[in-house]
């Protein structure tokens, strides 16, 4: 079973500027979760999806920050304009909806870096 | 305010011995405990979990406590390994949400 795929791994970027980070997860996972996990912090939620549909969405900073799932599969995360406290791992993760306690399936993370 | 802690960043053993890594929560409405191990450059991979109607489980050389009442989690590993070294997650959830995270512990063993 092929697991969360992520690209690219790292970019780095002058602040102000765009960025975009792909998320394929699990085959048949229904949620999708975006972390940002900034160093020597734990992963933090950006937003959960199940399906295309937003479950949580609380701790998105919707002023530069947005998601999509399109089709309910491969999602996209934007940065728009980017700030130098983005610099952070951001973690694409993904569950079934028959796993009991949504056992989380984790891809490699995209290592952002904001000059 | 942080919901999970990890007071201890960072935790050396020797090959061999007991590992134990500690984790304290404020709610008491969670229903699952879980642990997250990640490598440099990895994501983080689920290591054990437990719900919050027991206090024990074990998998291999893993097992996890649960104390409800003081809120307190702990892993203990035996006996630790090289391989074990990375750094460790403790995280909750209540079911259908996302995994609320602490900071984290760097275990070391050494050989």
């Known amino acids: 079973e092929a697991g969360v795929a992520q690209s690219p791994r790292y970019k780095i970027i002058e602040k102000r500027q765009s960025v975009a980070f792909w998320c394929n997860p699990i085959?048949?996972?229904?949620?999708l979760y975006w972390y940002q996990q900034i160093l020597g912090q734990g992963p933090k939620l950006l937003i959960q999806?199940?399906?295309?549909?937003?479950?949580?969405d609380s701790q998105l900073p919707k002023d530069r920050f947005s998601a999509e799932r399109l089709k309910g599969v491969d999602s996209t995360l934007k940065i728009q304009p980017a700030k130098l406290e983005d610099s952070a791992v951001y973690l694409c993760?993904?569950?079934?909806?028959?796993?009991?306690?949504?056992?989380?399936?984790f891809g490699p993370g995209t290592r952002l870096t904001v000059l | 305010d942080q919901q999970v802690k990890q007071n201890s960043p960072s935790l050396s053993v020797q090959e061999g011995r007991i590992s134990i890594l500690n984790c304290d929560y404020t709610?008491?409405?969670?229903?699952?405990f879980l642990w997250y191990k990640k490598y440099p450059a990895e994501g983080p991979t689920f290591l054990i979990s437990?719900?919050?109607?027991?206090d024990k489980n074990e998998d291999g050389r893993f097992t996890v406590f649960l104390n409800k009442s003081a809120k307190h989690l702990s892993l203990h590993i035996v006996p630790s390994q090289p391989g074990d070294s990375a750094v460790y997650f403790c995280?909750?959830?209540?079911?259908?949400?996302?995994?609320?995270f602490g900071k984290g512990t760097t275990l070391s063993v050494s050989s």
């Open positions: 993760a993904s569950s079934s909806v028959e796993s009991s306690y949504n056992e989380q399936f």
């Open positions: 085959s048949g996972h229904a949620t």
């Open positions: 999806f199940q399906n295309n549909g937003v479950v949580d």
């Open positions: 709610n008491s409405m969670f229903d699952y």
């Open positions: 437990i719900s919050s109607i027991k």
């Open positions: 995280a909750v959830l209540v079911a259908g949400t996302a995994l609320i």
